[in-house]
């Protein structure tokens, strides 16, 4: 999806609020008798990506002191990141959602895409709280993303939560 028309990504908060409320039931449903986290990780990013048609949805596993790559769909990625590199080395270390508008815009911006224009990051949290993983989102459109996405993250991203050992 390299070249992805604005178009297959605009919708109106509305239509994203929609969509968002509509992805809880299967997400719970593909999740309820799952017990590995790639599969659960792959599963969820397929079903953002069919969802908002996002340029590049996955996840960034904690290990060690880097952020690895893990399952997404999109282009090809940055495989290792940084504590407090970039957008996702940046959530990782504040322990929060980062909703960047204008990636250009952000120091020391990984740019693993350079059709990317804005980008969210969910952190994840294990069973003890800390933090395991986060949620990468790059869209092609600028401001794509605001406090209405962070929250549906968020708390989409919470049913993870049991299967991080």
């Known amino acids: 999806m390299e070249n992805a028309p604005a178009t297959a ?21 593909l999740l309820t008798d799952e017990r590995d986290i790639i599969a659960a990780m792959a599963n969820f990013s397929a079903l953002l990506k069919e969802a908002f048609g996002w340029h590049w949805v996955g996840f960034y596993r904690v290990v060690g002191a880097e952020l690895v790559l893990g399952p997404f769909q999109g282009p090809v990625a940055c495989v290792r990141i940084g504590f407090g590199k970039g957008v996702c080395g940046t959530a990782w270390q504040e322990e929060r959602t980062l909703v960047v508008p204008d990636v250009e815009r952000f120091p020391g911006h990984i740019a693993c895409s350079a ?3 804005s980008e969210i990051v969910v952190p994840i949290r294990d069973r003890d709280g800390r933090v395991a993983a986060v949620l990468d ?17 968020e708390v989409l991203c919470e049913q993870l939560q049991p299967l991080f050992e």
């Open 9 to 29: 990504l605009a919708r109106t908060r509305a239509e994203r609020v929609s969509a968002y409320a509509a992805m809880g039931e299967p997400l719970r449903a």
């Open 115 to 117: 059709l990317t224009r």
């Open 137 to 153: 989102i790059d869209s092609i459109l600028p401001d794509d993303f605001d406090a209405i996405d962070a929250h549906a993250l």
